[in-house]
């Protein structure tokens, strides 16, 4: 049973340009949720998808965007990238209709802004 | 708005000694706790959760940790820490959304670690 996959590991971008970022999530899971972990920080929401609609949204800026699809695995967009977005983003996936559902964590990306 | 505080960011035992990681949320209803633990180069495996019912929760590991709602604490415990715990430990509280779904809100972490 595959656990929740984030693609890639590791990212190397410039000031300014675009950035995706990919996140299968647990087989059977149907919500995703990103973060933003900066170094020695706990992770920030960042949105959660539910049946590809965001169904709730963190203190981000709309340079942060997102997209479900149907299978349910998940892409985040970062526009206009600026130095303060260099962090490990992780994907967490969960079932929605479980009781009470529990987040399961991906590895993460790190992405690194020059 | 909810908080969670980890007054500790760092952690040193030997290996062997019992540990205590300290948790202090704010959260107006009754909260759900998590901790989780983060190794280097790894996401987040989650050791244990609180939603109700006992106080003491066990989770895996051999940790356990203790809802203290008059002190608004929820405290991680080991009673024998050995090597491989050495990691980042995040405390988390969660808000509900409609639907049972929640998004938890994380401390800043404690790093444990461990000499031999």
């Known amino acids: 049973d595959a656990g929740v996959t984030q693609s890639p590991t590791h990212l190397i971008k410039t000031r300014g340009q675009q950035v995706t970022l990919r996140c299968s999530p647990k087989s059977g899971h149907d919500t995703v949720s990103w973060y933003q972990q900066a170094l020695g920080q706990g992770p920030q929401f960042i949105f959660q998808y539910y049946e590809e609609e965001e169904r709730q949204r963190g203190n981000f800026p709309d340079r942060f965007s997102g997209h479900q699809f149907p299978n349910y695995s998940s892409e985040l967009n970062v526009n206009a990238l600026l130095l303060g977005d260099s962090a490990l983003y992780l994907c967490?996936?969960?079932?929605?209709?479980?009781?009470?559902?529990?987040?399961?964590f991906g590895a993460g990306t790190r992405l690194s802004v020059l | 708005a909810q908080s969670v505080t980890q007054p500790d960011i760092h952690i040193t035992v030997s290996e062997g000694a019992s540990l205590e990681l300290r948790c202090n949320y704010s959260?107006?209803?009754?909260?759900?706790l998590f901790w989780y633990v983060q190794s280097p180069g790894q996401g987040l495996q989650l050791l244990l959760k609180y939603f109700s019912g006992d106080t003491l929760v066990q989770g895996i590991k051999g940790f356990e940790a203790e809802f203290k709602r008059s002190q608004s604490s929820f405290n991680l415990r080991k009673p024998s820490v050995h090597w491989s715990d050495a990691a980042e430990y995040f405390c988390?509280?969660?808000?509900?959304?409609?639907?049972?779904?929640?998004?938890?809100?994380f401390g800043r972490g404690t790093s444990l670690i461990v000499h031999p």
């Open positions: 967490a996936s969960s079932l929605i209709r479980a009781s009470k559902n529990i987040q399961y």
């Open positions: 959260y107006g209803a009754t909260p759900y």
């Open positions: 988390a509280v969660g808000s509900s959304l409609s639907g049972g779904s929640y998004i938890p809100t």
